[in-house]
């Protein structure tokens, strides 16, 4: 169906609807009157007009995906991910919504914001102001999904937060924010201080980018740390769209690191595993987030020598829970994942499938159709919803609790066709 690296670039073509208008954004299903077509198509901005379905029961959701640019390779299979689970529920007549006591045809309204935060922000009010999607979820990451929570928040939509994790944006005062797959950014890297102590390192570089999720990263770790004694040697802020860590590794260098950390996304994470591997500091720990997500991704684009060793974060698929109760367990979602798509699955494809089942939890709970009584239902099911990413639990803020994430060591077994695999180190 698509490439294992790139996906398709070329995504669900949208259907512009009849001209309705509403005061908010509700969970209307009794009269919802208009469809997505969810073929491929070069553009996802091309609109189509369609009859309208007035006797249908549909539940829309809009989202952004970005087809190029810096985040093309965690974005793509997030959004993968979720037309997986739109897939699964349709094929069995729907979701049930219980504010009406049926099932309802899902939806998608998926739009290419190329990876650019600004026309991100422009897309994302188009499918609030244009397209009256009932359901609002966020394209992949913190810098992509920053300019969704403004205008969730100023059209009171529930904001469906996939990977989003800058602990900033979770705020006691605003009810329409929720973080589904991942734990917030600031409590990703517990484990990894918790790690670095219990294996004695004593001299720790930091290099990571400035936006909130990688900055939130660091701030753990350093705070970590310096309570244990042992502040960073070095602590050092580059731009998110750095692919040249030269200078960085030459100014870290001498200061004769024991470990050496670098917090940022993919695109960063490639650049720097092979730039240390050609320095002196390949010899030391190095941790960076993203193999531990897209681990197939990166084999081909960095020598399997200098993935082998590398500590990074532990996910699913690899990491599998034992006890689910909403939606496929890991085993099955990989046997029927890759027999949809032709390709085994990754981190991103499950947390985009892991949104998909927090959006029908909490259709299946709502008693009413508006966005606060679905925020309503999200809270009701928090810490008791278990899925293949683990618990779902989140505080007042909408931040996410649960899904936690060990540290892993990357293995490389070259005698069994330069297999790469990841293993639980801590705790």
């Not at 990876?115 to 810098?143: C, K, Q």
């Not at 002196?280 to 997500?293: C, K, N, Y």
């Not at 618990?391 to 994430?405: K, N, P, R, V």
């Amino acid at each position: 169906m698509v490439s294992r690296s790139l996906r398709s670039k070329a995504l669900s073509q949208t259907i512009h609807p009849p001209g309705t208008t509403r005061d908010r954004p509700k969970i209307s299903f009794r009269w919802i009157a208009f469809i997505l077509a969810l073929s491929f198509t070069a553009s996802a901005c091309q609109i189509v007009n369609s009859a309208p379905l007035t006797q249908s029961r549909v539940v829309t959701i809009g989202t952004l995906y970005a087809g190029s640019g810096a985040f093309e390779s965690s974005s793509l299979p997030e959004l993968e991910g979720l037309k997986f689970w739109i897939h699964e529920v349709n094929k069995r007549g729907g979701v049930y919504v219980r504010a009406y006591g049926g099932l309802a045809t899902v939806n998608l309204v998926a739009l290419d914001d190329k990876s650019s935060p600004s026309l991100a922000r422009l897309l994302y009010r188009e499918l609030i102001t244009r397209y009256h999607v009932n359901l609002l979820v966020s394209d992949f990451g913190s810098v992509l999904t920053q300019p969704a929570i403004a205008m969730a928040q100023q059209h009171q939509m529930v904001l469906f937060d996939q990977s989003g994790t800058g602990s900033g944006f979770f705020l006691a005062n605003d009810p329409f924010l929720v973080l589904c797959d991942l734990p917030t950014s600031q409590v990703w890297p517990l484990p990894l201080g918790k790690f670095l102590l219990r294996q004695m390192v004593k001299r720790v570089a930091i290099i990571y980018a400035s936006n909130p999720f990688d900055s939130a990263q660091d701030q753990t770790v350093s705070t970590v740390l310096t309570k244990a004694g042992l502040p960073p040697v070095a602590n050092i802020s580059v731009p998110t769209s750095t692919t040249n860590y030269a200078r960085y590794l030459r100014q870290i260098e001498p200061l004769k690191p024991k470990a050496v950390i670098e917090f940022g996304y993919f695109n960063n994470d490639v650049a720097f595993l092979n730039q240390i591997y050609h320095t002196p500091l390949d010899e030391a720990l190095r941790f960076t987030a993203f193999p531990g997500q897209l681990l197939s991704d990166f084999i081909g684009r960095v020598p399997p020598q200098a993935l082998a060793g590398t500590f990074t974060y532990n996910f699913p698929p690899s990491l599998r829970y034992r006890t689910t109760n909403s939606g496929l367990d890991t085993q099955r979602f990989d046997e029927i994942f890759m027999a949809w798509s032709k390709h085994p699955p990754n981190f991103l494809d499950v947390a985009g499938y892991n949104t998909g089942l927090i959006i029908q939890a909490s259709l299946q709970h709502a008693t009413d159709d508006t966005q606060l009584g679905i925020r309503a239902a999200l809270n009701s099911i928090s810490g008791h919803l278990n899925t293949l990413e683990g618990t779902f639990e989140i505080d007042s803020s909408g931040a996410q609790l649960g899904e936690s994430l060990p540290i892993a060591k990357i293995l490389y077994r070259h005698r069994t066709e330069n297999f790469m695999s990841l293993k639980t180190v801590y705790p």
